[in-house]
């Protein structure tokens, strides 16, 4: 079955920086890769995603790019606020059939001010 | 206005008893999943439904049995809450098989 390995687990940046989350799977069958943000108490919401038709997809300040090749995908998030923080997790699974989605142990990202 | 609602938010229990946790959604999503979020925050599937129908069961406890009267409700009842059980657990529904999950708010079970 597909893992989802997601490094790093902690983060920690200054306002203004960019931050980067990387993530690996190993289901080359995978063709679908969502991003969440879990704020502290709360409930992870999708942020943003892409599908390995695209490598690449942008969203304000929030970025993800795909590399199919490497079974790789990752997260940018640039001139991070504060707000910005929170837990981070990707995850991963094929449009196919009902499978689950399979989520990376999530990257603890904070911003100082 | 709530998408996906889950009820109780906090449970409190001893071990020994059992539990049970609903969960609606009004998006018109026809597939349901549970999800349960360690302490470490490790999200992982329990079961998903699809138009009432059992599709995923992951290797979980039998102590732990799922129910949905229809595609819009999904239940988790747990039997001899055990202390390992404590943990978030999310239930969260997806329009068909493509695009993201829309997570409820959480469940948060202690078991004492």
């Known amino acids: 079955g597909e893992n989802v390995e997601q490094h790093p687990s902690t983060l920690s940046v200054q306002e203004g920086d960019s931050a980067v989350i990387k993530c690996t799977y190993s289901d080359s069958a995978s063709n679908y890769f969502p991003w969440y943000k879990q704020e502290l108490g709360k409930r992870p919401q999708l942020i943003i995603d892409i599908r390995s038709n695209v490598g690449e997809k942008k969203d304000q300040r929030i970025a993800v790019t795909l590399n199919k090749t490497a079974k790789h995908f990752s997260l940018h998030i640039t001139e991070t606020q504060p707000e910005d923080s929170a837990v981070y997790f990707c995850?991963?699974?094929?449009?196919?059939?009902?499978?689950?989605?399979?989520f990376g142990t999530g990257t603890r990202l904070l911003v100082s001010p | 206005d709530t998408a996906v609602s889950q009820t109780p938010k906090y449970l409190v229990t001893q071990m020994g008893n059992d539990k049970s946790i609903k969960c609606e959604q009004n998006?018109?999503?026809?597939?349901m999943y549970w999800y349960k979020q360690d302490s470490k925050k490790f999200l992982k599937i329990m079961f998903s439904y699809n138009n009432k129908e059992l599709i995923i069961n992951e290797t979980v406890p039998n102590r732990f049995s799922p129910k949905s009267p229809d595609k819009a409700h999904l239940n988790l009842h747990i039997n001899s809450l055990e202390l390992g059980d404590s943990a978030v657990y999310f239930c969260?529904?997806?329009?068909?098989?493509?695009?993201?999950?829309?997570f409820g708010s959480g469940t948060r079970l202690t078991v004492v």
């Open positions: 969260a529904s997806r329009l068909g098989t493509s695009g993201g999950y829309t």
């Open positions: 998006l018109g999503h026809d597939t």
């Open positions: 995850a991963a699974s094929t449009d196919t059939g009902f499978q689950k989605l399979v």
